[in-house]
């Protein structure tokens, strides 16, 4: 079947079967045929297609018009990949925004934009876990005056409505409210990216605990090394061991001392690959 491409959150899956598509549909369509007409390497697209090379720019606007697609289609294939390749936070930000205006966007991805609603806004997330107090009352000038920063209480008000609706909270007949069990996907690239805002918004805090926060109310441990790709990797199993271990101890007991807390564990390079390629070798 033809590939619709409102399905798809990562641009990389798309192109692998909508080339598939295309190969069945056309007698002599093939990679090597694109690459050919393209003028790049014949194993190059296989390696980007197994994530062993990154599509560049000027490759993918050079196969781009062999692909037969709507102009729809490579609008919609312009903006996922943007999302995944581009370096620029606030490009990936704005491309998803430019996606999210587009009507069939909006009928067939509901889920990416309720994700990207709740991530994106860091004190619906907080909000949700407040609901966990034993003195919470759902009232917007309670949450505002526990809440840190400037959040107004129409803001409030709109993000209780919203964790109601989408099924983060429920509200019961007595106007008590309770944190359902619900699991987000964060995995695929709309998704990566709302996640990644969350996380920019909590590494924000963080930088002002150091000036706003006593210091037996905050952790923040930091070491630096020089590490080994095989190391690093080690690293990031530690890290994830951590946080499962955190979640064990998260067991949302209620008692009278509870504040919101974030837990987060970061590891990230301070150095440059020294490059001696150009990102079009292999073309």
Sequence with gaps: ?????????????????WIEFLKEREKGFS?????????????????????????????????KPLLKLSAKEE??????????ESEEPKMRVQALTDLQKLKDYKESNR??????QYLSRWYYVVIREMVNMPEFNGKAEWIQERLRGRVSQK????????LVNFGFIEKNDQGKYSVVDKQLNCEEGVFKLSLGEF??????????????TPRAERLLLGHTATL?????????????????????????????????????????PLTKKKS?????VGE
């Design 1 to 17: 079947m033809k590939p619709n491409i409102q399905e798809y959150h990562d641009y990389l899956e798309f192109l692998k079967d």
């Design 75 to 84: 609008k919609y294939l312009d903006l996922l990949r943007v999302i995944a």
């Design 155 to 162: 803001e409030i008000e709109e993000a209780l409505q919203f």
């Design 276 to 280: 001696f390629l150009s990102e079009d």
């Design 228 to 268: 080994t790709a095989k190391q690093f990797e080690q690293i990031q199993s530690l890290l994830r061991e951590t946080i499962g271990e955190v979640e064990i101890v998260d067991n949302k007991s209620h008692s009278e001392d509870m504040e919101v807390y974030h837990i987060e564990l970061t590891a990230f």
């Design 111 to 116: 889920s990416e934009l309720e994700v990207h």
């Design 199 to 212: 996380h920019r918004q909590m590494l924000d805090w963080a930088k002002l605990s150091i000036e706003e």
């Design 31 to 63: 990679l090597r045929k694109i690459a050919k007409e393209a003028g790049i390497a014949s194993g190059y697209l296989p390696m980007c297609f197994s994530r062993k090379r990154v599509l560049s720019l000027r490759t993918y606007e050079k196969i």
